[in-house]
């Protein structure tokens, strides 16, 4: 590959015109019959230069100018003819009989439009008794050939690429934005644009056009396909005129073979034609396609990126933000807020839109203001808006007043359902339905339907109704507004059953169908990582989360479960510090969002992290008002089961038998209720008994099992492992820690099973302190320093506690270590919880 820059072009030839080249070098005097076609900028004037000078160093005669007779030059001198569709008819003719006579030496380039027939004529001879040579666009490859000869560019292939993909390997284009890109002293990054310079370059070819090519560019600068039929009225020409304008566009070097402008380009014509004519061309363009019914979205996006869409009529603006709604609601809300800026009545669409792309300040400031200014009919979707809103907020009680005012089928259901999440179902009638029965209108009633089988019906048919709740949704649910997603609550169904299997599948349907749109994507991460964590991945759970809330302002029900997991995943890697950290943020979100149905799941969670950090207290008025709600219900067993699986983990932190045998009793109070109220029933009731010194390895092992089989993965292996550091009998320990281990994903034949022998897992409260720390992943030198202690104090707490637990190695002791510090209350002088007194 032969890399030279020289006058017009960058030269960067492929072997044919090399090979041709160097055979000029090696025979000047040979015969030459040469045609070279490309269109402008694609190097035939450089290519021709590059000829002349080869043939000047060997001493050989050029001529550049068409002659106008067969005698005008010498026999034997070579003529080097360029842009022969620009020359009379006569020159042609005169360059015709000189190729047919072979007196000279010749090469002539052209474009491949226009083609007069004397042209045409002088082709044909050239093919005959010649040769041709087409001139192509740069490849990916020689883009990259041309730029690692450039100062201080280098080889970059992300240079490269950007290079390429704005010109689309058009010679003099690339010459030129190279150029421009090495005086901005591209050392790192890549621009996202082309410099000014560069783009200004292409005026005098646009100016050069035609009226008619050049608005045919502005057309299809919009970046959006353009049928003939679309063209003819925009251009006032037949099919056949369009394919000459379009040919001479792309013989001038502005239009790829597809037919479409290179970015740069589209970027000179939005830039540099005239105002009035780009206006003129896309309120003609936006007309067309809104009266055939085409999609205008792909037109206002190019304007807007070319930041012109202030050219665009209002009437396109308000469409393509319907366009939009479902896939990018907040490109929906600006496009509504300019089409309402230009005089269009899209005040309303601008709140759906901002709600749904989460911007819940601007939906609930647009809403307001209309329920006093609106029409009557905009004034209920101004309700829904606001009602959703401040579902999202907690403002659960104006949100339902909101809902019923609205009136509609929808509505009602909406009301119901957030009536039911805070315990204050009413009678209200159901509304005669005066819009069609549509998909939307069908999830909301089963939506209603589910919750209420939530509390007073079985969770087979509860989970049932929500799953195809959401099933509804699934096909266009991306621009519906929703108080709460029928797959979060189907999951949330789901995880009370321990049914997480279901719970997941449901969360990534809804997450690829998008059902409630941004608005409820952080809802849906956030129950999945919910599931994760219960499941015991701990790190998927983290890294979920991670995604839910990155660079996303959460709204109080979200942010009250963020809390939850973050303080779950704390407490469940023994991570006393995150603990620490993460608890007054939390006990905030619990503050921001009133109780409700909903939210009892992370409420639980904080309970037990409380407790752990012996700030249980401050959580107390919560948790009675959690049990007011459910009284209030009539205890649902479903919503209640995992409220109180989690207060007898909170009970049993505290160091409170009665409170855990309060939550106990309840539990088995409802263990018919379901298969997973049975097995928390029996795994509660076991948990008890080992607290009270009693272990019986086959029952925890059963117990255990049966928790993991439910979806509480990491409180069966906490069970186990539990049980093992109560028991006295070595045997039985072994087993229960190798269930341990297995429940938690673990090989037991991984892992070398401590000495024989009776093991003592007390800590003393200094080993209790280092253990915390090493488990923590901090250095000796970083626990002596907190603990003022040295290092090789520290060193030797550690031998001693490895020994003591007849540790085989560091990953035996970590792994023990955080079975005993997930129970604080297991100290030196702990003793076994009493017997329950007999009633």
Known sequence: MMTSAVADSPLVLDAEPTDLLDAITADPAAPLTLGVIGPGGHGRTTYLQEMAGRYARAGVTVHTEAPATDDAYAPDTVLLIDDAHLLDEARLRTLRRLVTDRRHRIAISYRPWPRPAALIELTDTLRREGRQLLLTPFTRARTAAYLAAVPRLGRRPDLVDFVHSQTGGVPRHVGWLVDGLREQETATGVPTEPPRQVVLHLGPDLEHLPSDVRRLLIALAAGVPLPTEALRPLLNREPAEIDDLVAEARAAGLLGADGRPTPLVRRAVTALSPAA????????????????????????????????????????????????????????AHLFAAAGAAGRPTGVRQAVAAALAGDLDLALRLADRLLTTAPPDARAEAALVAATALAHRGQTDRSVELYRWS????????????????????????????????????????????????????????????????????????????????????????????????????????????????????????????????????????????????????????????????????????????????????????????????????????????????DLSRLQPYLRAAHELLGRLDDPPLWRTPLHWSGLHAAILSDDPVAADGHVSALLAVAGHSRYAAVVAAAAECWLEVLRGTVDPVRVEAAARGLHDTGLCWDGARLAGQAAIRTADRRAMTALLDCARALQGRSAAEDRKPAAGTVSHRLSDREREVAELVVAGLTYREIGDRLFISAKTVEHHVARMRSRLNCANRTDLLALLRTILADPSYTTNGQPWPRRAAN
């Open 277 to 332: 004519d780009r206006t003129a061309v896309w309120h003609l363009l936006s007309d067309l396609a809104l009266n055939r019914g085409a999609p205008v979205l792909p037109l206002v996006r190019s304007l807007l990126a070319a930041g012109v869409a202030g050219d665009c009529p209002a009437a396109t603006l308000e469409a393509a933000a319907e366009e939009a709604l479902g896939g990018e609601p907040a490109l929906a």
């Open 407 to 614: 009136g509609g089928v929808s509505a009602h259901a909406f009301a119901a359902v957030g009536a039911l999440a805070t315990a204050r179902p009413s009678d209200h009638p159901e509304p005669v339905p005066d819009s069609p029965p549509t998909l939307q209108a069908g999830a909301a009633r089963l939506m209603a339907d589910g919750v209420r089988e939530t509390v007073h019906g079985t969770p087979s048919a509860a989970l049932s109704t929500l799953v195809q709740a959401a099933a509804l949704l699934e096909p266009d649910g991306r621009a519906v507004l929703l108080p709460d997603s029928p797959a979060a609550l189907a999951a949330l169904t789901a995880v009370h059953c321990g049914e997480l299997d279901i719970a997941e599948r449901v969360l990534d349907r809804a997450l690829a169908s998008g059902i409630g749109g941004p608005l409820l994507t952080a809802r849906h991460r956030l129950l999945r990582a919910w599931i994760l964590m219960a499941r015991g991945r701990i790190a998927a759970a983290g890294e979920q989360l991670a995604e839910a809330t990155t660079g996303v302002g959460l709204e109080s029900r979200d942010l009250l479960f963020a809390a939850g997991l973050t303080m779950g995943i704390a407490r469940r890697t023994s991570d006393l510090g995150a603990l620490q950290r993460g608890w007054v943020p939390a006990l905030e979100a619990v503050v921001r969002h009133p109780v409700d149905l909903f939210t009892l799941l992370p409420l639980g969670e904080l309970a037990i992290a409380g407790a752990r950090l012996g």
